[in-house]
C-alpha cells in the first residue's frame, strides 16, 4: 500500500480542485483502485503504488488547469481521466502539453484524448485529412483551430468553411429573405467554434474581410482555391460528385481538412454518401491521411457516450 500527500496552496485551490461536495474526488475514485482523503489543503492519496502515481499526475494536470482558469468542469476531469488511464505515459506528456491554438481570452485549445492528438498532428503533416468518427469528438472544433493557428503563422492567407445544405431529415420548406439568410441556418454552427476562439467581433471583422468565408458547398465548382484552409463539414451528407468536386479545388500552399459522421447520413440513398465512398477510393493515395474516432473520444456529457453505444449495438441487430 503507497501513500502520497499533496498540499495545495490555498483553501480556495482545494475547493474548485475538489468540486462542490468532493464531487471531483468521487469521480477519481470511482474510475481508479484509490482512496482519496482531503483535510483542509491537503489531499492524500492511498493504493498501490502504479494507480497512487497516475492520480498523483492526474491531480497535476488538473491543477494546472485550475491554477489557470480558476474552474474546474467535470467534463475536464473526465477527460483527463481518460488520457491517464488509457496512453503511456510518454504520450500522455504530449496530449497535455500540446497547444493547438491560444484563444483571444487565452483558453488553451488543446486535443483531450490520444487519437485526437494523432488528428491533430496529421493535420500538421498532411494536405488532406479525413475525420471520421460520432458527434462530440473535436472533429470540426479542432480543424477550426488548427486553421486559425495556421492563419497566424501565415501559412496560409484565409480559412473557408464549407458543407452541403441538406435538412437532418426535416421539410424546411420556404425560407424568406437573401442568399446570406438563406443558408445561415445551416452554416450558423460552423460559428459556434470561431466564437469560442476568436470571439463574435474578430470573427465578423474576418468574414467582412473575406480572410474567413463561410459558404455551401454548391458555391466552391469552378474554384481554385490557394494559400487557403479549407474545411469540409458534415461530409457525410455529400454526395459522390460532391467530394470530387471539393477535392480538386485545392491549390498551391492549400490544405483540406473533411469531418463527418457516417451514421448520419441525411441522403435519401445512405448508400451514396461522397465521405463513405472516398474511403475506399482514396485509401492508397500517399498524402492523404484518414483518421477515425469512436465514442471513446467523445468530449461531452458522459451519457452521449452510452447514447452512442446504445444506437450502435441497436443498428447491429438490426
Not at 490555498?10 to 469521480?27: K, M, P, T, W
Request: with cysteine; proline share 3%.
Amino acid at each position: 500500500m503507497a501513500s502520497k500527500k499533496i498540499v495545495l496552496k490555498s483553501n480556495r485551490e482545494a475547493v474548485i480542485l475538489f468540486g462542490q461536495y468532493d464531487s471531483n474526488l468521487r469521480l477519481i475514485e470511482s474510475t481508479f483502485p484509490i482512496e482519496l482523503f482531503a483535510r483542509g489543503n491537503t489531499l492524500t492519496i492511498k493504493g498501490n503504488s502504479k494507480e497512487v502515481k497516475d492520480v498523483e499526475r492526474l491531480i497535476g494536470e488538473l491543477l494546472k488547469i485550475v491554477r489557470k482558469n480558476e474552474v474546474l468542469r467535470t467534463q475536464q476531469v473526465e477527460s483527463a481521466m481518460d488520457i491517464i488511464r488509457s496512453t503511456q505515459r510518454k504520450e500522455q506528456k504530449k496530449i497535455f502539453s500540446d497547444v493547438v491554438y491560444l484563444s483571444e481570452k487565452g483558453k488553451e485549445i488543446k486535443p483531450k484524448t490520444l487519437q485526437q492528438k494523432v488528428y491533430v498532428d496529421a493535420v500538421r503533416n498532411y494536405d488532406i485529412v479525413f475525420s471520421i468518427g460520432p458527434a462530440g469528438t473535436g472533429k470540426t472544433y479542432l480543424a477550426c483551430a488548427c486553421a486559425l493557428q495556421a492563419l497566424k503563422e501565415e501559412r496560409v492567407e484565409r480559412i473557408i468553411l464549407t458543407r452541403p445544405v441538406v435538412e437532418a431529415g426535416e421539410k424546411l420548406g420556404f425560407l424568406p429573405g437573401d442568399l446570406y439568410e438563406k443558408i445561415n441556418p445551416y452554416l450558423h454552427p460552423l460559428y459556434d467554434a470561431f466564437y469560442s476562439m476568436i470571439g463574435p467581433e474578430k470573427f465578423q471583422k474576418y468574414r467582412k474581410q473575406e480572410i474567413i468565408e463561410i459558404i455551401p458547398l454548391a458555391y466552391m465548382r469552378g474554384r481554385t482555391l490557394d494559400d487557403a484552409f479549407i474545411i469540409l463539414d458534415e461530409a457525410q451528407n455529400t454526395t459522390l460528385d460532391q467530394m470530387k468536386m471539393l477535392l480538386t479545388r485545392l491549390g498551391f500552399d492549400a490544405q483540406v481538412v473533411v469531418t463527418g459522421d457516417i451514421t448520419q447520413v441525411d441522403l435519401e440513398d445512405k448508400k451514396c454518401s461522397g465521405l463513405i465512398q472516398v474511403q475506399g477510393i482514396l485509401k492508397k493515395i500517399k498524402g492523404i491521411k484518414f483518421i477515425y474516432f469512436t465514442q471513446v473520444d467523445v468530449i461531452r456529457h458522459q451519457l452521449v457516450k452510452k447514447i452512442i453505444t446504445a444506437y450502435e449495438e441497436f443498428e447491429r441487430k438490426r
